[in-house]
């Protein structure tokens, strides 16, 4: 029954390594995000894909790459990890932006933590 | 760059004691002011959406209200179950996409 789900809710990993977050949104939204938030608790949005096509990318680290395979899923795959990648992020889906929907609906996020 | 500020970062209240958040914003032309409620280990919630100065919306114990400049969200007789993290967000004009630009916050504390 969850509106938006991702997986995991907790990661602990080495520095360098890799890591993937997957996002799932059972809305029939067409728009989805990835927010990061730091430990002052700012989120900060990072990408958004409307219908598997990229819209929003922010000034982000080419260590980050968004991938949709199709418009109810939206992943999140960081390389080489560092300390500073350490946060809660956040997906979220709304409907089409066009439609100037700002009602986002979010997921419960993925603690990273990078030692 | 649309920028958002609130204050106070915390505030602590005796249940049954009103109060009012603020959010000050700088927009090169507002699409839209939202409320979010944040609890703690969970993502942020829809409260309302604010459009033009004026605008006021009521939600059970909650109002939020719009100018220029500022959005105010008031508790009136606020319970335990208020406690929360409220974030204000904005969009504007030119933001790309359905980008909202979010403030830091204020933590929410009410004491039975």
């Known amino acids: 029954d969850t509106a938006v789900s991702q997986t995991p809710k907790y990661l602990v990993t080495q520095m360098g390594n890799d890591k993937s977050i997957k996002c799932e949104q059972n809305?029939?939204?067409?728009?989805m995000y990835w927010y990061k938030q730091d430990s002052k608790k700012f989120l900060k949005i990072m990408f958004s894909y409307n219908n598997k096509e990229l819209i929003i990318n922010e000034t982000v680290p080419n260590r980050f790459s968004p991938k949709s395979p199709d418009k109810a899923h939206l992943n999140l795959h960081i390389n080489s990890l560092e300390l500073g990648d350490s946060a809660v992020y956040f997906c979220a889906s709304s409907q089409d932006w066009r439609e100037g929907a700002g009602e986002l609906f979010f997921g419960e996020g993925s603690r990273l933590t990078v030692l | 760059e649309d920028q958002v500020t609130q204050s106070p970062e915390a505030l602590r209240l005796q249940e049954g004691e009103s109060s009012s958040l603020n959010c000050s914003y700088t927009?090169?032309?507002?699409?839209?002011l939202f409320w979010y409620r944040q609890d703690p280990g969970k993502g942020p919630e829809f409260l309302f959406t604010?459009?033009?100065a004026g605008e006021e919306k009521e939600k059970e114990r909650l109002k939020a209200t719009l100018t220029k400049k500022e959005s105010f969200l008031h508790i009136t007789a606020p319970k335990p179950e208020d406690s929360a993290t409220y974030l204000c967000?904005?969009?504007?004009?030119?933001?790309?996409?359905?980008?909202?630009?979010f403030g830091g916050g204020t933590r929410v504390l009410v004491k039975p």
């Open positions: 809305l029939g939204h067409d728009t």
């Open positions: 604010l459009y033009s």
């Open positions: 967000a904005v969009r504007g004009i030119k933001a790309a996409g359905n980008k909202l630009t």
């Open positions: 927009v090169s032309g507002l699409r839209g």
